[in-house]
């Protein structure tokens, strides 16, 4: 309903009390908001996806790459570390770390499995030892 129509049927003086209620409820919802955690206020000020991970096989390297994706503030890199699979050992080991990106140079041409040990899923096999 238009405020014209409601100043015809009930007044000036009953239109502004009951904006002003609204008003206030609005200040109120906003005082609330503002008063929560500070933790909270900044998850909801940065806007960041969880980690996210990828890992690539380009010409005589292996690249991983891990971020967090953010809507509002710059991308966020994050730790990674490729991981190569030793078929004498049957363990898992570190070929590269860094933040953001960690790169693995190469040096023959054996086929190799490789993970991202922030998320194991993320793996390739390679013609890369």
Same mark, same amino acid.
């Given at each position: %309903?238009?405020?014209?129509?409601?100043?015809?049927?009930?007044?000036?003086?009953?239109?502004?009390?009951?904006?002003?209620?609204?008003? /206030?409820?609005?200040?109120?919802?906003?005082?609330? $908001?503002?008063?929560?955690?500070?933790?909270?206020?900044? $998850?909801?000020?940065?806007?960041?996806?969880?980690?996210?991970?990828?890992?690539?096989?380009? /010409? %005589?390297?292996?690249?991983?790459?891990?971020?967090?994706?953010?809507?509002?503030?710059?991308?966020?890199?994050?730790?990674?570390?490729?991981?190569?699979?030793?078929? $004498?050992?049957?363990?898992?080991?570190?070929?590269?770390? /860094?933040?953001?990106?960690?790169?693995?140079?190469?040096?023959?041409?054996?086929?190799? %499995?490789?993970?991202? $040990?922030?998320?194991?899923?993320?793996?390739?096999?390679?013609?890369?030892?």
């Amino acid at each position: %309903m238009s405020r014209q129509r409601i100043r015809g049927r009930v007044g000036r003086r009953a239109v502004a009390l009951v904006l002003a209620a609204v008003a /206030g409820v609005n200040v109120a919802g906003s005082a609330a $908001a503002a008063a929560a955690s500070p933790a909270h206020r900044v $998850a909801t000020t940065l806007a960041c996806t969880e980690p996210q991970y990828s890992l690539h096989h380009v /010409g %005589m390297k292996i690249s991983g790459l891990g971020y967090r994706y953010c809507s509002v503030n710059p991308d966020e890199p994050v730790a990674v570390t490729v991981q190569r699979y030793s078929t $004498a050992t049957g363990v898992w080991q570190a070929v590269a770390s /860094g933040l953001g990106e960690a790169n693995y140079q190469c040096t023959g041409t054996g086929r190799r %499995m490789y993970r991202i $040990a922030q998320r194991p899923s993320v793996g390739l096999t390679a013609d890369c030892s």
